[in-house]
């Protein structure tokens, strides 16, 4: 007691220090507080509150807590705490049962006490070990979820991922509270002063996520969603939260939108066991690969900062070794720019400066052995690693080869030129190794910047993406796809039987069947072993070029590499990497080439052109024997050296670009400068060439070499580093998959409307619903059926999609029957009737234009297919599923195709119209309209079907019959929301009785009777 008063007390004090602090804070901003009549107590308790939420001090003392106190001792120890005292007390009883029965063995209570402690710190530590949170506090970030769960009252199944300490910023007024970050949403809270701050955002909604700085704020984090701007800011850990911000927002975009790509990530394909620590080793991993060009099974297992001896400059250079399953890589960090990628299949030997330690050849998954030898060994600090023979080069014997063999006797000064250029590589190779472990440094950029020989080209573009470790790795692989693809015809292969013969058709390798047939090959091999992205187009210009520099399987690896690695995204069916590219493009541009952006302000011109830049590596704009330098560079630097390239075109005609008018002149201007790009030092003969080349006399006048314009590239823009490129791509993904679904919905709600009365902007709405509920049910699982079926390629009414689960959610939403008691079953039967084609989902398009389109006389017959016989009894269900979905796909439907309806089925649905109402004075009159029709009908069936009657009816159909007529004029007497329907829905499960087999309505007597009501 005296402890708690103490607490009290000290919370009393800060209190009315805060309380100090900010009366001087609002005094100086010329803000007057005005505290009128206010209790002392209530003021005591919205600041003891505020002092709660922001400096977290109900998380330190559990509400409820189990002490265990030994004898003569002044220490407490703490064994269980709760937050409830229902979980105090199965603290309670576990303690019963399974420590206290124990304790009677122990003879002092310095041994109980020992006992104790040691049992409860094992259970400590092993359920720490089993636990999925994975934190450096359990107990902390379990307080953490308990608060997230009760402010936010999100799903039980949302995964709290790890939580922070900030400021929200609210105009000019921060907001000091808890910032937490889970798979699905980012959530704010904060309490200050009786004012609660609550902010839930879905990382879907994001438009766009940066460090931003102003005059207020030194640095924050910048959320956009909904058209809104958040600002977030922290005395420590920002830039860890962004990153995290980051990778939970690239998560969620690649798990809903971008399915393609997030199948490649299957370390992240259980939403449920996403951590903070697993989404760090996930980018790490990433980073890594990425840096190295390894295949993406590759995962970055240990870091040891280590020197490692370089031959060639006879010094250690600082830097870290990098250990993944299979490969043993090593960069520098002393600005040598160097780095060294060792294949374990290659590792001959490895030994330190003072003795060997292993003379023998180590096998592939022998990485274990190097980590335990860092570990146990860390003062071996330097590596010395030899390689096997075999990794010497990659034999290239390409079309190239085969359409234009070198003249080794005549030797003209180009290829003069070209034997220099060999040299000087073969003298790089003696000096920095060749194949696979070749040492990366700056002279080999220069290299690759000054050209790369004929002779060379496709061995360097497998070692530099990284290719050759794929081909090694799978042995055998292309040759199977090749025959398992062989006579093959899908929707891929028409498209390339269609591009084959436009593929760089003036070259002499692509007008005969032997470069046609290989292009043929690798692109059907590709599309077979990638369906998902199948063939695009630009992929066969890219292939053309490959194969003439690198053998056929060669080529179909360096494809991979491309595609699945080094440009991701850009080969799918929206461009969404190249599209992304394009807006790193355009940051770049404003951030190097201020004066173009002055001129134009609108760069989305920059944008349209620079596509096939992007896309064919500038292949489809510069002549070939251009075009491959740019490739080399493209292999050695990835995506950065396009980048570069294309500041140094738009810099090298800027004065011509701003002078010109509009946007076909500036067009006019760029592609008379690719024209005039040329490769003196190219040794093809004019027969390979381009065919653009042989007009380049009409331009003569100027003339820029590949080589000056690289060189120029790296000289000015060099300075563009990957990582930054990385983090720009990530920043503008964002922004480019909303744009993308932004399109979508405007496309859909303008074909839509259309066909519904509703408002551009009720459909605007209508959309973002139904678009959530489809997230709804993909947020948790990845075995959903609606994310299964998420196919972006479909057409835009068809891609979001809802199951029965979601559909009965939305429509409990909308429709008028949400009060009813049987609204499940009425929702089950909508949905069958909607869907189609019967794959237990329902697209918008289903949606909308079942549900909200047509005439009253629509809406009506929509209403009565919906109580036709849902195959209960002996009734097909799947026959009158087909009826229903023939029915909704005529064009021209004529009511009296429709089926009758009996007595039963007619009662049902006068009560579902019945339910349409709930108690409006405004539809009173509506109402009786209704239930007098239905009554009358009811009572008129009844009285024609005695007239028509040969015979007397059985004495015991009579009742029944009168009461099935009486018990619908007392249902229609009735208020709409006193009635009850649901023993009219067990009736019709119970299945028609023989004497209504004759007794029915067809739908031109139920629209005729309704339409002859005035009110209706």
Not at 186 to 201: D, H, N, P, Q, T
Not at 639 to 647: H, R, S, V
Not at 937 to 957: C, K
Request: with cysteine.
């Amino acid at each position: 007691p005296l402890q708690h008063k103490s607490v009290l007390c000290l919370k009393y004090l800060l209190c009315v220090y805060v309380y100090a602090l900010l009366y001087d804070v609002l005094h100086r901003s010329c803000v007057t507080l005005v505290v009128k009549h206010i209790d002392v107590l209530y003021v005591t308790g919205l600041l003891v509150g505020t002092l709660d939420t922001v400096l977290d001090s109900t998380s330190k003392v559990a509400p409820y807590r189990i002490l265990h106190h030994t004898p003569d001792s002044q220490v407490y120890w703490t064994i269980a705490c709760g937050v409830t005292k229902e979980e105090i007390v199965q603290h309670w009883d576990w303690l019963q049962q399974n420590i206290m029965r124990t304790l009677s063995v122990f003879d002092s209570s310095e041994d109980i006490t020992s006992f104790v402690q040691g049992k409860i710190r094992g259970l400590i530590a092993e359920e720490g070990k089993s636990s999925l949170v994975l934190e450096e506090d359990p107990e902390k970030f379990r307080e953490a979820l308990l608060r997230f769960e009760k402010w936010f009252e999100l799903p039980p199944k949302e995964k709290l991922v790890t939580y922070y300490s900030c400021s929200y910023w609210r105009g000019k007024v921060p907001c000091q509270g808890w910032l937490y970050l889970s798979t699905n949403f980012l959530c704010f809270y904060s309490y200050l002063l009786g004012a609660e701050v609550k902010l839930i955002i879905s990382w879907d909604e994001i438009w766009r996520l940066e460090k931003t700085s102003n005059v207020i704020l030194t640095e924050s984090i910048h959320v956009l969603a909904h058209g809104e701007d958040h600002y977030f800011s922290m005395l420590m850990h920002l830039n860890e939260t962004f990153v995290i911000m980051e990778q939970l927002a690239d998560y969620s975009i690649k798990r809903l939108f971008d399915k393609e790509a997030f199948q490649r990530e299957p370390a992240l394909s259980d939403p449920m066991q996403i951590t903070k620590r697993g989404l760090e080793a996930h980018a790490k991993s990433e980073q890594f690969r990425t840096f190295f060009r390894l295949p993406k099974e590759e995962n970055l297992l240990e870091v040891h900062e280590s020197f490692l001896w370089v031959p060639f400059s006879h010094f250690n250079t600082l830097g870290k070794i990098c250990l993944s399953e299979n490969y043993l890589c090593f960069a520098s960090q002393d600005g040598s720019q160097c780095h060294v990628i060792i294949p374990m299949r290659e590792v001959n030997t490895l030994h330190t400066d003072e003795s060997v330690v292993c003379q023998h050849c180590l096998l592939p998954g022998t990485c274990q052995s190097l980590i335990n030898h860092f570990e146990d060994n860390p003062e071996d600090v330097t590596l010395m690693v030899g390689q096997k023979d075999s990794s010497k080069a990659v034999s290239t014997e390409a079309l190239m080869t085969v359409f234009h063999p070198q003249d080794v006797e005549n030797l003209d000064p180009k290829m003069l030129k070209e034997k220099m250029k060999e040299q000087s590589w073969n003298i790089h190779f003696s000096e920095y190794g060749r194949g696979t472990s070749m040492f990366f440094t700056r002279k080999t950029r220069d290299l690759i910047v000054r050209g790369v020989p004929e002779a060379l080209r496709g061995e360097l573009w497998m070692l530099f993406s990284g290719a050759v470790n794929d081909m090694a790795t799978h042995p055998g692989y292309y040759t199977d796809l090749v025959e398992q693809s062989l006579g093959t015809s899908t929707l891929a292969t028409d498209e390339i039987e269609r591009d084959l013969h436009r593929s760089l058709p003036e070259h002499p390798a692509f007008q005969s069947d032997t470069g046609i047939s290989a292009l043929r090959r690798v692109l059907t091999a590709y599309a077979y072993r990638n369906p998902k992205i199948g063939y695009c187009q630009a992929m066969n210009i890219l292939t053309s070029v490959l194969l003439l520099y690198a053998k056929e399987e060669e080529a179909f690896w360096l494809l991979v590499a491309v595609c699945e690695r080094m440009l991701p995204d850009y080969f799918n069916r929206r461009i969404i990497g190249a599209l992304v590219d394009q807006a790193v493009f355009e940051d770049l541009i404003r951030e190097n080439l201020p004066q173009l952006v002055e001129h134009m302000t609108d760069l989305s011109f920059f944008s349209s052109v620079s596509l096939s830049w992007f896309l064919t590596l500038f292949i489809s704009v510069l002549p070939i024997e251009s075009a491959v330098n740019v490739v080399d560079c493209f292999f050695y630097d990835g995506i950065k050296a396009i980048l570069q390239l294309g500041l140094a075109v738009l810099d090298y005609n800027m004065e011509a670009l701003i002078s010109c008018h509009d946007d076909a002149e500036a067009v006019t201007i760029l592609n008379k400068f690719f024209d005039s790009v040329t490769n003196k030092d190219s040794p093809l003969p004019p027969t390979v060439q381009q065919a653009s080349m042989s007009n380049n006399d009409k331009a003569s006048h100027f003339n820029v070499d590949i080589s000056e314009l690289i060189k120029e590239a790296y000289e000015k823009y060099g300075n563009i580093r990957s990582e930054e490129v990385e983090s720009s791509r990530k920043r503008n993904k964002l922004h480019v998959i909303q744009t993308l679904e932004d399109t979508t919905k405007q496309n859909v709600i303008r074909v839509v409307t259309q066909e519904v009365r509703f408002s551009a902007s009720h459909l605007d709405r209508l959309y973002n619903l139904f678009k959530r509920q489809h997230f709804l049910c993909c947020y948790w699982t990845m075995k959903s059926p609606a994310l299964l079926h998420h196919d972006p390629s479909l057409a835009y009414l068809e891609q979001y999609q809802l199951g029965f689960q979601q559909f009965s959610m939305l429509f409990s939403l909308l429709e008028p029957w949400a009060f009813c008691n049987p609204k499940s079953t009425l929702s089950l039967w909508i949905f069958r009737l909607i869907d189609e084609n019967q794959d237990g989902l329902v697209n918008f398009k289903e949606f909308c234009y079942t549900l909200y389109s047509g005439s009253f006389t629509n809406k009506l017959k929509f209403l009565f297919k919906l109580h036709l016989p849902p195959g209960r009894g002996k009734v097909d269900l799947q026959a009158y599923l087909k009826q229903w979905q023939n029915e909704i796909l005529k064009k021209e439907e004529t009511i009296k195709d429709l089926p009758r309806i009996n007595q039963t089925q007619f009662i049902q649905f006068s009560k579902t119209l019945y339910n349409i109402f709930h108690g409006d004075p405004e539809e009173e009159s509506l109402y009786q309209a209704v239930a007098h029709v239905t009554s009358l009908l009811l009572r008129m069936e009844e009285v024609g079907r005695r007239l028509h009657e040969s015979s007397s009816p059985p004495e015991s159909t009579k009742p029944a019959n009168t009461a099935a007529a009486e018990s619908s004029t007392q249902e229609a007497s009735t208020t709409p929301e006193n009635s009850d329907t649901s023993s009219s829905f067990n009736s019709q499960d119970a299945g028609p009785d023989l004497t209504e087999l004759d007794w029915s309505f067809s739908f031109e007597q139920v629209l005729a009777s309704l339409l002859n009501e005035p009110t209706i």
